[in-house]
């Protein structure tokens, strides 16, 4: 069996490689990071290691990789698949739609068997969006054809992943904790299961308490913790004023999705404390300004911190510890993060409240613009304590 997973970053080495490979697949990674291609090229494996006391560590082999840029090589790579995976980024998923739309060509000519596509990314919806982005790359018929040989299943992915800086260029280091979980209600009959991932027929709750809870505390604990002039993740969660804020913003998000999905409440406070502990994982160096990156895309209204806040407030709740979380990200500036450099330019030439209506949608009307309005008031004007 064989598996196509583009990304031969961090996250797609440490995650998704390593968990196909260990399913049985052989692993063929896609990229567009030459010196990557080429060592997976050259070493066909590379190490993983676990980010606890023990420092269990994983040698992933059998693996290979292809260049991106070779659109026709992808594209082969595609039609000779058994499963596609992506870690990428939402916003490269236009990027390789290219290759994967002519590989579907490719698969429909031969009769290939049919080929499920599953995005492993940090959105809602991600497959989904894929599928757009390559159908719109095909003919009505091609379409039609796809429809019946290829599915692109919805899915959420949670395992924190920090930049690092190791000696060997493959390896990588990962938390523990993993959650992979695909909506087979997309998927066709018969497809074979894989170990390490678990399937709902709903994917929504899951997508949404992992998006509104792992991905909303933890850029809440980054823009919190820039705030204190903290570099990591860690220092800032070690700071209790702060740990008890990212706390609040996630007991908020976890009201919305009590009432919303019919979630447990004892349950989810576990599962709040899990998630927690894991920011603070001492064998972890994990940066804010990796977390708290594209603030623009983290602002955005289908996104962790606006889309939350929305839906609390359409359900009678007032969302203030996540316009507090919103007010901070205004407040975030990293002269190497062009969307944190953008917002702060914004910042300057049309001031803050013209600023939280561009990037949220939230009109000045809204209560919620106040919200975020008073809190980022205050964060100008005193420290957290």
Avoid at 29 to 46: A, G, I, M, P, W
Wanted: aromatic content about 8%.
């Amino acid at each position: 069996m064989k598996a196509l997973h583009f990304g031969a970053g961090n996250i797609g080495r440490g995650f998704i490689g390593l968990l196909l490979s260990q399913a049985g697949y052989e692993v063929i990674f896609s990229d567009v990071n030459d010196t990557l291609v080429e060592l997976l090229q050259e070493r066909k494996s590379y190490t993983v290691r676990l980010a606890n006391e023990a420092q269990e560590t994983f040698t992933v082999s059998g693996v290979t990789a292809i260049n991106g840029k070779h659109v026709d090589e992808v594209a082969e790579a595609v039609a000779q698949a058994d499963l596609v995976t992506t870690a990428v980024g939402v916003n490269i998923l236009k990027h390789i739609a290219g290759g994967i739309a002519k590989g579907i060509e490719l698969r429909i000519e031969r009769g290939a068997a049919p080929l499920h596509i599953i995005a492993c990314e940090n959105a809602i919806g991600g497959s989904t969006q894929l599928k757009e982005h390559v159908y719109a790359l095909l003919g009505e018929e091609l379409r039609t054809k796809a429809d019946a040989a290829v599915a692109f299943p919805d899915a959420a992915v949670d395992r924190i992943v920090p930049i690092q800086h190791n000696e060997d260029p493959l390896q990588v280091t990962v938390e523990p904790f993993y959650e992979w979980v695909v909506d087979e209600s997309q998927m066709m009959e018969g497809f074979p299961r894989i170990a390490g991932i678990h399937y709902v027929k709903h994917l929504e709750p899951y997508i949404e308490r992992k998006l509104f809870t792992v991905n909303t505390g933890h850029c809440s604990a980054a823009y919190l913790g820039y705030l204190q002039g903290y570099a990591t993740i860690q220092e800032a969660m070690a700071h209790s004023p702060i740990a008890s804020l990212v706390r609040h913003v996630m007991q908020e998000t976890g009201s919305l999705l009590i009432q919303k999905h019919g979630f447990d409440l004892a349950q989810h406070e576990i599962y709040i404390d899990k998630i927690l502990q894991r920011f603070k994982n001492p064998y972890l160096i994990d940066e804010v300004a990796r977390v708290g990156r594209s603030p623009i895309r983290k602002l955005s209204v289908n996104d962790r911190l606006v889309r939350p806040a929305l839906q609390a407030y359409e359900l009678g709740m007032s969302p203030t510890y996540l316009a507090m979380a919103m007010a901070a990200a205004f407040l975030f500036e990293d002269q190497g993060d062009t969307e944190a450099v953008e917002i702060q330019a914004d910042l300057r030439d049309i001031g803050i409240t013209q600023a939280i209506t561009k990037y949220t949608t939230i009109g000045e009307e809204h209560p919620i613009h106040q919200l975020i309005l008073t809190h980022y008031e205050q964060f100008k004007q005193t420290a957290i304590s």
